[in-house]
């Protein structure tokens, strides 16, 4: 378990280095080599980190169900690997249609960039543990996971 934990990291890490590369190429050229400005509230509310959400969620999703591993309950399956990336991804979808098709007042803004966050943190602790549960199984003999 702790080599699936470990190898979930690294995976994690690495998926928000390479998915988010063009942000970090954009905040590496505005300190380093440029005066150009970035404003981190037109970050937060243009959508990049939604969509890097939606793809990693809908994507985790989509491994778990052409893997062999199958968790036992499939209540919990359900709750797991379908409610939550579908709200995640409605929330995603709802957020950026808000941010885009108005301006937004501060108000507005602060509770945007909060709920924003939220779902990043989410998206982040989904993937962490999901991909757990995916490498455990594969260093398990092939059976279906008795997790209820």
């Known amino acids: 378990m702790i080599t699936s934990m470990g190898k979930s990291l690294i995976w994690t890490l690495l ?39 939606s793809t990693l ?16 309950s499939k209540a919990v399956s359900g709750l797991v690997f379908v409610l939550f990336p579908c709200i995640i991804i409605i929330v995603c979808i709802w957020l950026f249609t808000m941010c885009f098709e108005r301006s937004l007042t501060d108000i507005e803004e602060d509770f945007a960039r909060n709920v924003e966050m ?18 455990h199984s594969n260093s398990q003999p092939k059976k279906r996971l008795n997790l209820l």
């Open 57 to 72: 969620v809908a994507s985790i999703s989509i491994d778990y169900f052409i893997s062999e591993t199958k968790i036992s």
């Open 15 to 53: 998926i928000i280095l390479f998915g988010l590369s063009q942000l970090w190429i954009l905040i590496g050229n505005s300190y380093l080599l440029t005066n150009f400005s970035i404003i981190y509230n037109q970050i937060l509310l243009d959508g990049v980190l939604l969509f890097f959400s």
């Open 118 to 135: 939220a779902v990043v943190s989410m998206t982040i602790v989904f993937t962490f543990f999901a991909k757990v549960l995916l490498f």
